[in-house]
């Protein structure tokens, strides 16, 4: 019995893993938003990203699996974690390493060019 369990789940997760990849491929890339400070409300597929002299320092997203919650990323500093944001000459951000958020929907994903890529 056990073992038919097991299938049934590991079939359940490919299933998800596969409708996500089929909503997020119609859904438009996630594009840059400079801003000062942190945003009091946040847009979808838009990545805000703070900077002190020239240099990002924090990036703040709403989470891309529907649950709203607010992802907060720092992009400076020594402190873990902490992730590296590259934009291409279109306004899609790459973010390095991938995004794992370990409460809540634990969402685990990677934003490649403004696309979000699930692990």
Request: charged share 20%; hydrophobic share 35%.
């Amino acid at each position: 019995m056990r073992w038919v369990q097991k299938h049934i789940e590991a079939i359940g997760s490919g299933w998800k893993r596969w409708r996500r990849g089929m909503r997020d491929r119609w859904r438009p890339p996630i594009a840059v938003v400079p801003s000062t400070e942190r945003p009091a409300h946040l847009r979808p597929h838009r990545l805000y990203v703070t900077s002190q002299q020239g240099q990002p320092t924090f990036g703040f997203m709403v989470c891309p699996c529907g649950c709203r919650a607010t992802l907060h990323l720092r992009f400076f500093g020594a402190r873990s974690p902490r992730w590296s944001v590259v934009t291409d000459a279109t306004g899609h951000p790459s973010v390095t390493p991938s995004i794992w958020r370990k409460t809540g929907c634990e969402s685990h994903f990677y934003l490649t060019r403004g696309r979000i890529n699930w692990c």
